[in-house]
């Protein structure tokens, strides 16, 4: 991995499954190895498995309990000191998985004029209607999503035993959106240092 400098874009890549068996983190790691290949940006890799967050949100205007403050404590900030994000998501039933909308749902701001990329596997769609979905509930949280995606159809015969996918065409799928990320993540990142993201 490259040095970091002041350049380098933190991506904080969310695991969105938590299943037990789940083949999410080998979709992960493989998306993780390519930001780890390059020199603009570093990973953090939020697994939702090592990092639970409650499904029970506090009533409006309460603060969380001491508890739930401490599980916050190990996701929440990530987020916010993330320039971008890469959400690997499966799909569930035409959709995203709960546990991935647990997450989003429990920030906010950390998400404000940020942009999002996506990583989907499913069956013969992909996971794309589960990223359509996203786009419209990360729109609510004024991020920006972006338009390539890197999606695995029927990723079963797709992933070999060193879980990487075996067509060439995943990578330079990846490196399109990644480079896209980059665009908008720096942009971004200097709009939001010129001027605080507050409407
Ligand atoms: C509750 C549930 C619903 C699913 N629904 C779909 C679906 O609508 N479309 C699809 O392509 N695959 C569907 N699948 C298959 C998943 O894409 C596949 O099991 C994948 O491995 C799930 O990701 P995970 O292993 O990281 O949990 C579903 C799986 C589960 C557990």
């Given at each position: 991995m490259a040095d970091a400098t002041d350049d380098t874009l933190r991506i904080a890549v969310l695991i969105g499954s938590t299943r037990d068996?789940?083949?999410?983190p080998v979709v992960a790691d493989w998306i993780a190895g390519h930001i780890a290949e390059r020199e603009d940006m570093e990973a953090d890799l939020i697994d939702l498995v090592d990092t639970p967050l409650p499904t029970v949100l506090p009533a409006f205007g309460r603060p969380p309990s001491d508890e739930v403050v401490s599980l916050l404590g190990a996701v929440t900030p990530r987020l916010a000191g993330a320039d971008a994000f890469v959400i690997v998501t499966p799909e569930y039933n035409h959709s995203f998985p709960a546990s991935l909308k647990n997450a989003i749902d429990?920030?906010?701001?950390?998400?404000?004029a940020k942009p999002v990329g996506f990583v989907s596997y499913g069956g013969?769609?992909?996971?794309l209607r589960a990223v359509e979905q996203l786009r419209v509930v990360l729109a609510e949280l004024h991020a920006v999503t972006i338009r390539n995606t890197v999606s695995f159809h029927n990723y079963g015969e797709v992933f070999g035993a060193d879980g990487?996918?075996?067509?060439?065409a995943s990578d330079v799928a990846a490196k399109a959106m990644l480079d896209q990320l980059t665009w908008w993540g720096q942009a971004l990142r200097t709009a939001r240092q010129a001027r605080p993201y507050a409407v």
């Open positions: 068996g789940r083949f999410g429990w920030h906010n701001e950390q998400w404000h013969i769609a992909g996971g990487k996918p075996s067509d060439p």
